[in-house]
């Protein structure tokens, strides 16, 4: 399996480039607008036929690119049904298999950063967008945030994966890339199994975050995918 993590530094964004390096079709995971250019030129050089290009939710901290590759390479854009966003072509179920080559995709819903929370499981990989972070989590505090169901999410969906399950973020402020399910269940601060619900609601409401930069104009942009 082909397997491309690529990072945006200015908002700190993962995106994920996936394909069968038989059939070379391919999905690409959460693209940011000014990283366009550098992806598209990745898909050509890999000489992949992009198939999907997925959202891992309405993001509030930068703007899809989605609707420009979508033009650009004739793939679909695929949602949660439980998003509110209009324009994209496939909106998804929890469960709901994609198949890229001789490889399925599983989508998850994960909500409780936001509602349409999907995370992405394929050959003993999770992409886990802002369910779950290394060492930490998305914030719970708008969008329909949730912090009783994200820890739901978690545990219900995540952590009952395999523990050599590899977890890559959506997001990551700390230099790190990769972790598994393993690590998390022990090592995150406000996930690990020693922390109960309870705790987690209080941690996360105690939070206090500024809200993010672009949000008042990356959330309509992203609601609307032309």
Request: charged content about 25%; some cysteine.
């Amino acid at each position: 399996m082909i397997f491309r993590q690529l990072f945006d530094q200015e908002t700190s964004t993962y995106s994920y480039i996936i394909a069968d390096p038989i059939t070379k079709e391919a999905i690409i995971i959460d693209p940011v607008l000014e990283q366009t250019k550098r992806d598209l030129s990745l898909i050509k050089e890999l000489e992949l036929r992009l198939k999907f290009i997925l959202e891992t939710h309405v993001h509030a901290d930068h703007i899809s690119s989605a609707s420009l590759i979508r033009k650009e390479t004739q793939a679909q854009i695929a949602v949660s049904k439980h998003t509110n966003a209009k324009g994209a072509d496939l909106f998804l179920e929890d469960r709901q298999e994609l198949l890229i080559g001789d490889h399925k995709l599983l989508a998850l819903s994960t909500p409780g950063h936001t509602n349409g929370c999907m995370s992405y499981y394929i050959d003993n990989k999770i992409l886990t967008g802002d369910a779950l972070f290394i060492r930490g989590c998305g914030r719970t505090d708008f969008q329909e945030g949730s912090a009783e169901t994200l820890y739901n999410s978690v545990h219900n969906k995540i952590y009952i994966l395999p523990d050599s399950t590899l977890i890559y973020p959506g997001h990551d402020y700390n230099g790190m890339s990769v972790s598994s399910v393993k690590e998390e269940k022990a090592f995150n601060p406000r996930l690990n199994l020693n922390v109960e619900k309870k705790e987690f609601i209080e941690i996360m409401n105690q939070l206090d975050l500024s809200k993010p930069q672009k949000i008042d104009i990356a959330v309509p942009a992203n609601l609307k995918i032309n």
